[in-house]
């Protein structure tokens, strides 16, 4: 089992920048893919971005691609999302993820995520 805990989200004006994030715990670890997914209001959720522990491999959402980045220190089980240029549409719950890294071809959907941290609102002010 895998358990997360989100932090650093906030209110932010449109092209500031907050950094997202997630402690995670669990014996498996390294078997796992770590993500970033979000929700905003009245919106289905959806992938942001994921790291895998073992490589560091990194796939992003085309709508984020240049101002996110995800990344991880397995030393101390942690993941980050560094968001910059923040955009209003980017206004959204983010959650922590974990998939099994088997399902790594499937890396971007919710229904293959194993575990979710509770969310931590991110609101962009134009």
């Known amino acids: 089992q895998v358990q997360m805990v989100e932090s650093g989200g906030g209110l932010v004006q449109a092209g500031g920048s907050l950094r997202l994030s997630c402690a995670a715990s669990?014996?498996?670890?390294?078997?796992?893919?770590m993500g970033w997914f979000r929700q905003a209001p009245g919106k289905e959720r959806e992938f942001v971005a994921v790291?895998?522990?073992?490589?560091?491999?990194?796939d992003y959402t085309d709508s984020v691609k240049g101002r996110f980045t995800i990344s991880r220190d397995n030393a101390k089980n942690m993941v980050y999302l560094q968001m910059n240029s923040l955009k209003p549409e980017d206004t959204a719950v983010y959650y922590c993820?974990?998939?099994?890294?088997?399902?790594?071809?499937?890396?971007?959907?919710?229904?293959?995520?194993?575990?979710w941290g509770q969310g931590t609102q991110v609101t962009v002010s134009s």
């Open positions: 993820a974990a998939t099994l890294i088997y399902n790594w071809h499937r890396r971007s959907e919710v229904r293959a995520v194993n575990y």
């Open positions: 669990g014996r498996t670890l390294s078997s796992y893919a």
């Open positions: 790291v895998r522990w073992s490589d560091s491999s990194t």
